[in-house]
């Protein structure tokens, strides 16, 4: 995919994925791996990611738009405080920043961290949830 081509919600995705991984100031080798992965699975190459991550755009004026696409990007947020198998206060504390950022209602915020936490614990993928949450 050329760089070009990468949409500038996506380039934001990809920096709050690495900041979720750098919260816990325990950046473990899991979740780099997670964090490439992730870039390959949506046609990023490891170049095109290492460029995003080194030429940083504003995130607070790109907030996914969709349902689908708040869930997506949330999901693998979660993917990634869960890499190393451990969240820390921090990283569940940004979970509840971005799940407000992302226009979800307060009072529901702990419980949409604690549902999507779960979640990926026992193995559920980004369609099971969507499923879930629609029906």
Request: proline share 2%; with cysteine; charged share 25%.
């Amino acid at each position: 995919m050329e760089n070009n081509q990468i949409t500038e919600n996506l380039k934001a995705h990809f920096l709050r994925l690495y900041q979720m991984a750098i919260c816990d100031d325990d950046f473990s080798a899991l979740e780099l791996k997670m964090l490439y992965k992730s870039a390959e699975e949506r046609g990023i190459s490891s170049k095109n990611l290492d460029e995003i991550l080194l030429n940083p755009i504003n995130l607070k004026s790109l907030i996914p738009k969709t349902i689908e696409e708040k869930v997506d990007y949330l999901y693998d947020l979660t993917v990634m405080i869960w890499a190393d198998g451990i969240v820390s206060p921090n990283e569940y504390s940004a979970m509840e920043k971005y799940v407000l950022m992302f226009g979800f209602l307060e009072e529901n915020v702990t419980a949409i961290v604690d549902y999507l936490i779960e979640a990926v614990k026992i193995g559920k993928n980004k369609n099971e949830i969507l499923y879930e949450l629609k029906n």
